[in-house]
């Protein structure tokens, strides 16, 4: 029985992990659209730069310049709860969303868990371990 449940669980936990690790990549999708659509709604223009933090203990959202406008239209789109990564390469990291409007007013947003290893399990279509990060707009620095 035992070696029958050693069995199962080597099969069964990378499944596990790589299902954190989708669940880490759409957190922090989700995180992207929101900002994307409050820099939209809060009119940020030309050099304007906003960055959304999650504590990773905590939780705690902190929104810091591009106003009151930007943090006010990013709650409204992502909801007051947490987030928070549950990933073994993401659950001990921020995450950090920044948004950085260029000359021609298009949005760069890159949201990523602040120093985190390469997924272990999740591969891009190259067949590379993903990073946990996400990116939209004019460049992915």
Do not use: W
């Amino acid at each position: 029985m035992a070696i029958l449940i050693g069995v199962i669980a080597l099969a069964v936990i990378p499944n596990i992990q790589r299902s954190r690790e989708s669940k880490d990549l759409t957190t922090l999708d989700n995180i992207m659209s929101a900002c994307n659509v409050a820099a939209a709604n809060a009119q940020l223009k030309k050099g304007d730069t906003a960055t959304v933090k999650y504590d990773k203990s905590s939780g705690a959202l902190t929104v810091t310049p591009a106003g009151k406008a930007f943090e006010k239209q990013y709650k409204n789109a992502i909801g007051d709860g947490p987030q928070k990564l549950t990933s073994g390469v993401g659950a001990d990291h921020d995450i950090i969303g920044t948004v950085t409007i260029d000359n021609n007013n298009v949005a760069t947003i890159v949201v990523k868990a602040d120093g985190a290893d390469p997924c272990k399990y999740t591969t891009d279509d190259k067949g590379d371990a993903k990073k946990l990060e996400v990116s939209s707009g004019a460049s992915s620095n």
